[in-house]
């Protein structure tokens, strides 16, 4: 018989300033808020601790006080697992990898119960120095990061490009932001809760033409635990749980935007990478319900949407100002708020995309609860899309 993955509990913390400065007389300790979620965790999924046999972490920030984080944090929490116990890193896909090899130890039998967490501190590094971290991260020393280059300037190209091929307008990108805040009011851990305008988007400063303030993730600290079993343990619950029905990636094999002339707003890996998860689960495009995206810009949601399938290519700005992808449109996007209001914690932002995944299809998603959903998509992302890892989940309830 094969084994199949479910999701059987959640947690996480707001996203916002958690990080203290180094000279603040009272300091915020990243295993003290990871070891009060994985307790939160485990209650909300009905486990017994000694049930758990595999741990996979996010790897910390370089800026993360503690160092050898996973096996610190093991040691707080008196855990003794034979299964796996190991931090991965790739990036902004860092957190959608680690919950994708939490699911292996448990379909290769390593586990019946494994965690994937992690916790992200930056907001009390300066702007300069998180910068250059992320320009060395994102770009190539020897060409991009000399000339400047950052990742929201890749996503201006994109957006650029856009535009001059299907003569998208900067409002209707603003309608991605505006619709992000509005499912974020809704959302108790999202970063910005407020409500904006379309106007209010607009008015806003340029950050790289044509992207505004609000259409750029905000810099924000967060952290999220996600209880994963087999099949057997999940029905053995007795609560409503998720599947993971379907899995695909796909790396292009080049970095960030190819030195090879192409398309560079297809975004191919993700519709590589969906089109294996649709395929692995059975199930098109169309079936899908609620979307979580891996989506720093509102650019970003706009091409991921087109090349997972929920909108048709080159319609994607146009469908988010036609209110589509709201909570209560065709195909709800970023219920959560996305990245540009809930938060983008970048190494735990897809752990957050799951979270909320794991509470509309348990049902338990409140006033941003879309009715009767049964299958769920998140994206996690390597680079302006140069790879994606795609997940397709079902609710069982």
């Known amino acids: 018989m094969t084994r199949q993955v479910a999701i059987v509990g959640a947690s996480a913390i707001p996203v916002g300033r958690h990080q203290s400065a180094d000279d603040a007389a009272l300091q915020a300790l990243e295993h003290e808020i990871l070891g009060r979620l994985v307790v939160d965790a485990v209650q909300d999924a009905g486990v017994d601790k000694q049930d758990i046999q595999s741990l996979v972490f996010t790897l910390p920030r370089p800026y993360t006080r503690q160092k050898y984080f996973h096996t610190f944090l093991m040691g707080q929490l008196r855990l003794a697992c034979r299964g796996n116990v190991m931090e991965v890193m790739g990036n902004g896909m860092t957190a959608a990898l680690a919950f994708d090899q939490a699911c292996n130890d448990i379909l290769l039998g390593r586990a019946e119960v494994a965690l994937a967490l992690g916790i992200n501190m930056e907001s009390a590094v300066s702007a300069a120095e998180h910068m250059m971290s992320s320009m060395r991260t994102t770009g190539d020393v020897d060409f991009h990061t000399s000339a400047g280059f950052t990742p929201i300037a890749w996503y201006a190209m994109d957006a650029m490009r856009y535009m001059h091929e299907h003569g998208a307008t900067r409002a209707q ?161 970023s219920t959560s708020g996305g990245l540009t209001s809930r938060g983008h914690p970048a190494y735990v932002t897809s752990l957050y995309n799951y979270v909320e995944l ?35 989940l079902e609710a069982v309830r």
């Not at 650019?299 to 700005?317: H, K, M, N, P, Y």
């Not at 348990?362 to 890892?389: C, P, S």
């Open 173 to 333: 990108f603003a309608a991605v932001a505006v619709k992000n805040r509005g499912h974020a009011a809704l959302n108790p851990v999202a970063q910005y809760r407020k409500p904006i305008t379309l106007d209010e988007v607009l008015a806003q400063r340029p950050i790289v033409e044509p992207l505004g303030l609000y259409d750029v993730p905000p810099r924000g600290d967060g952290a999220a635990c996600l209880v994963l079993a087999s099949e057997a343990v999940a029905k053995s619950l007795g609560r409503p749980y998720v599947l993971v029905r379907g899995r695909g990636f796909c790396h292009d094999g080049t970095h960030q935007i190819s030195d090879v002339p192409n398309d560079m707003i297809a975004f191919d890996a993700a519709r590589q990478a969906a089109g294996a998860a649709y395929a692995q689960a059975g199930i098109a495009a169309a079936d899908i319900d609620v979307a979580e995206l891996y989506a720093p810009c509102t650019i970003v949601e706009v091409l991921v949407s087109e090349a997972v399938g929920l909108v048709e290519r080159g319609r994607g700005a146009q469908a988010a100002a036609e209110g589509q992808t709201r909570l209560g449109g065709r195909i709800p996007i």
């Open 358 to 392: 794991a509470e509309q299809l348990r049902g338990r998603a409140g006033e941003r609860q879309v009715r009767d959903a049964r299958f769920g998509l998140a994206t996690g992302e390597l680079g302006n899309y140069n790879a994606a890892l795609v997940h397709v």
